[in-house]
């Protein structure tokens, strides 16, 4: 720790008529900050050197100082890289604590060449009491001290006197800069919080990094940010376990995840995979939310026995007779036999569908062997058969199946009694010859494909918006307005919405898949007969015609390794990966379908769940809780609330049986003046009375403004609202519309959907295309959005249209309109056509 020379005065009183105490403060902080810049610069130099000594090494060209070159020009780069972060406000916080210690607190770790510290990390422990100290348990902290900085330049101090009696001369400065900065024009991209994160937001971010956190908080109060700087500090801390297997954030849509995609990197962090709902699934975006009586239909658990019996349903466009010519014989099966035969591969293969062609292609060898036999085709004299043994296993293999045993010792198959799954009869005699004659022809080779084609997730989608296919799938878990809403919405399979994202990944699970080839060498194509044109028809992978052997082919440096992350990333290498640590934002949306993708990738993961239940527009939360439980491993809540303690015993132990849970509440709104969140308080109360608002703690004076408007003029008193905001605030201003009404995707009026009669004055049935036509002509600055668009986000001023149609929309209409108005950190404007609304908003 350091120790320098503190500056004597013990007020805030102007020194001279020039310099104040305030100005000599900064000046002895930004000498020390100097000092600590020039160390980074020198920091700098030396992983710059490390990089160009990696390269020089590589000179030496043996396959050692590769690998030793690449690990250090790797972790030299990774240095360089954080230690540009920290070019902007370094050093953000002093603590003086008893004893005349003093620590400065910054954006990274800085120590001179003698490895004295000259500032910590803010997620080191030596950091945690700049963030947990307060008056009543100072922890050993006199002052501490906030500096606000320019670049390198520290421009304001704002002081906490937090044990008066050990002050011993300290000067105490500040105004109240805090709160000040929380009305700092908001530019549209979040920021950091470091140098203010507040003690009850300190104890989610530092929470054990084991089992689940799940933190719950009115609009404002800090969930997304903390989530954020809790990601920054497990890999700060836990470098190994996150940074090797990933963490992966994820938030209701695009706009969302492009608001906050700065903060990570800003913390030095930009390894964690940012993604929306929407963007889950690799090779597919979604951007389009349903209807709300469509969300709940496609969300609902009901979906997934729907969808499993949509993919054992036949493929679209598969043949209805097999008819294969041996010997002059003509066999057939028959659509009757076909469907028998369909239905025995699928329960014979639980579920992995794409994987099961190979089986497939058995039952149909044993099926026609048994027609041929049936019309008494096998009375012709045995050929030598037996020949195609290693075939089979190929066969077998692909299929998860064990070989087929080699009763001879010879090469002949045995009878049939030797193979360990007992689930294949092996061919023989013959039969052998039969099945080896029949799986050559192409007409049993182009039925295959066509009966059991490899299916792509979307396809299933698509199929489905075929009613009669649908009804099928949905047996008696869907009624017919529900079969032919969903079809409807399918039937145009260029739209993908938010909860089509996780249909789609439920059907790729239930897909599974295709086999991969064997281990061993694959066959020359010739050889093969499953092979056609250069393709395994039962794998679906070219066949190569050269040595080459992927299995043998190992990444060897970290170059390579990160190369093929990153290929990961960008859907080039199309698996599901799997994470760490996975934190879930706005979770009080997501649906049980929703919950199930996300368990699928984090099946080993620890998770942060921030989450607003009276934000949410989802309605049966009681079956997305019983599915997050199942998505988190089968926990159970384990711990109280924080909110009603302060300081000790905030979580409880876990029991050793169940995995940990801790559950925190925020209770400080930072976003909202006093007088917005007094309106949010009002619809809070019609919303879900029994809730509680979280504290405003800045009071700007401004008053919002409800005006009764007849409902056609909606949209030009819209427009002149936002033309005086321009002229009041600097920033982002956030123009909230109902939500989209009139055509479907398919071109249909959607039936489900609230439309309000114009002539009734009421207003607010908007349409995409008014909704553009809204937003024409008006500055960047300004954002057109609909009410779930608006999640997460928030403007420096907001102008909420028809909150009477917002809250008529879907059952969780007000839920919805309470997001909407929770919005604005400055100035809020309703316009409504609705005068019980004016009246609502204005006193409750
Ligand atoms: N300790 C803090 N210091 C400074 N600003 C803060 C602090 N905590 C939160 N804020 C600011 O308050 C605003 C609201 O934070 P955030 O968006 O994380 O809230 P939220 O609880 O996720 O809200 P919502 O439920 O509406 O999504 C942001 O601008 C954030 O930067």
Do not use: C
Not at 316 to 338: I, K
Not at 402 to 431: R, T, W, Y
Not at 776 to 794: C, N, T
Request: aromatic share 4%.
């Amino acid at each position: 720790m350091s120790s320098l020379s503190r500056p004597g005065a013990v007020t805030g009183r102007p020194a001279s008529a020039k310099t104040t105490v305030k100005d000599q403060e900064i000046a002895a902080e930004q000498r020390y900050v100097d000092m600590a810049y020039e160390r980074l610069d020198e920091m700098r130099a030396d992983a710059q050197a490390m990089i160009r000594e990696g390269y020089r090494q590589s000179l030496a060209g043996t396959k050692g100082s590769l690998v030793d070159r690449d690990a250090m020009v790797h972790q030299a780069a990774l240095r360089a890289q954080a230690l540009d972060i920290a070019d902007d406000g370094l050093v953000f916080g002093r603590l003086d604590l008893t004893g005349r210690e003093i620590r400065y607190i910054g954006r990274i770790g800085v120590r001179t060449s003698e490895h004295d510290s000259l500032v910590i990390d803010w997620r080191a422990p030596a950091a945690e009491d700049f963030y947990r100290a307060t008056p009543e348990d100072p922890r050993g902290v006199v002052r501490r001290r906030v500096l606000h900085s320019r670049g390198h330049a520290v421009v304001d101090l704002e002081d906490d006197l937090l044990d008066p009696e050990a002050a011993d001369g300290l000067t105490i400065v500040g105004d109240g800069a805090f709160l000040a900065s929380l009305a700092r024009t908001r530019e549209g991209a979040m920021r950091d919080i470091v140098a203010t994160i507040q003690r009850e937001q300190d104890e989610v971010i530092r929470a054990p990094a084991d089992g689940t956190v799940l933190v719950r908080g009115a609009p404002g109060t800090g969930k997304t940010a903390v989530a954020l700087h809790r990601v920054a500090y497990l890999l700060f801390r836990h470098r190994r376990r996150f940074g090797s297997r990933g963490v992966l954030i994820v938030g209701p849509n695009r706009r969302f995840t492009a608001y906050i995609e700065r903060v990570l990197p800003s913390l030095g962090e930009g390894s964690a995979s940012l993604r929306s709902l929407g963007d889950l699934v690799e090779g597919v975006t979604a951007t389009g939310h349903d209807s709300p009586a469509l969300a709940r239909l496609k969300g609902a658990e009901t979906m997934v026995r729907v969808l499993r019996r949509a993919v054992a349903d036949q493929a679209p466009g598969a043949p209805d007779e097999l008819r294969v010519v041996h010997r002059g014989v003509v066999v057939r099966l028959d659509r009757q036999r076909l469907d028998k035969l369909r239905n025995e591969v699928h329960r014979r293969s639980r579920g992995s569908v794409n994987a099961a062609r190979g089986r497939a292609a058995e039952l149909l060898l044993e099926a026609l062997w048994q027609q041929y036999t049936d019309i008494g085709g096998h009375e012709e004299p045995a050929p030598p058969g037996q020949e195609n043994l290693a075939l089979w296993n190929d066969l077998l293999a692909a299929d998860g199946l064990g070989e087929l045993e080699d009763a001879a010792g010879d090469g002949a198959a045995s009878n049939g009694n030797g193979n360990g799954s007992g689930a294949a009869k092996k061919p023989e005699g013959k039969q052998g010859e039969f099945t080896a004659r029949v799986r050559e022809q192409r007409a049993f080779t182009d039925f295959l494909m066509a009966w059991w084609p490899i299916r792509r997730p979307l396809d299933v989608l698509a199929a489905l918006g075929d009613e009669d296919r649908l009804r099928r799938a949905a047996a008696r878990d869907l009624d017919r307005d529900a079969v032919a809403l969903l079809a409807a919405s399918w039937a145009d399979p260029a739209t993908l919405s938010y909860q089509d994202v996780a249909l789609l990944d439920e059907i790729d699970a239930l897909l599974g898949s295709p086999p991969r080839p064997a281990r061993r060498k694959p066959k020359a194509a010739d050889d093969d007969p499953y092979v056609v044109d250069g393709v395994n028809i039962l794998t679906g992978e070219e066949v190569a015609d050269d040595d080459w052997e992927p299995e043998m082919r190992e990444l060897t440096t970290s170059i390579e390794r990160l190369e093929r992350s990153r290929r990961v990333d960008d859907g080039v290498v199309e698996e599901r990966p799997e994470y760490a640590h996975i934190v879930v934002d706005e979770a009080q949306d997501l649906s049980p379908m929703q919950w199930r993708m996300l368990g699928r990738r984090g099946r080993q993961a620890s998770w942060t769940i921030v989450e607003d239940p009276a934000q949410s527009a989802w309605e049966d939360l009681d079956a997305a809780r019983a599915a997050m439980e199942t998505a988190l491993g089968g926990d159970k809540p384990e711990s109280r609330s924080s909110r009603s303690r302060r300081g000790k015993g905030r979580t409880r132990k876990p029991s050793t049986v169940q995995r940990a849970r801790y559950e925190y509440e925020l209770t400080t709104n930072y976003r909202n003046s006093t007088e917005i969140a007094a309106v949010a308080t009002r619809v809070l109360a019609l919303a879900l009375p029994e809730a509680r608002p979280a504290r405003a703690v800045r009071t700007s004076g401004i008053e919002p403004v409800i005006r009764a408007v007849p409902g056609p003029e909606l949209a030009s008193a819209a427009r002149a609202a936002v033309q005086e905001l321009l002229d009041q605030v600097e920033g982002t201003i956030g123009l909230i519309v109902p939500l989209p009404t009139g055509p479907s995707r398919t071109g249909n009026p959607q039936p489900d959907l609230f439309s309000v009669d114009g002539e009734t004055g009421t207003g607010g049935a908007w349409s995409a295309a008014d909704r553009d036509r809204l937003a024409a002509g008006l500055p960047e600055r300004v954002q057109v959005l609909d009410v779930l668009e608006a999640k997460g986000l928030e403007f420096d001023a907001a102008v909420i249209v028809a909150p009477e149609t917002v809250a008529a929309q879907s059952p969780r209409g007000l839920r919805v309109l309470y997001v909407a108005v929770s919005r604005a950190t400055q100035r809020l404007t309703v316009l409504t056509g609705d005068p019980q609304w004016t009246a609502i908003l204005t006193t409750g």
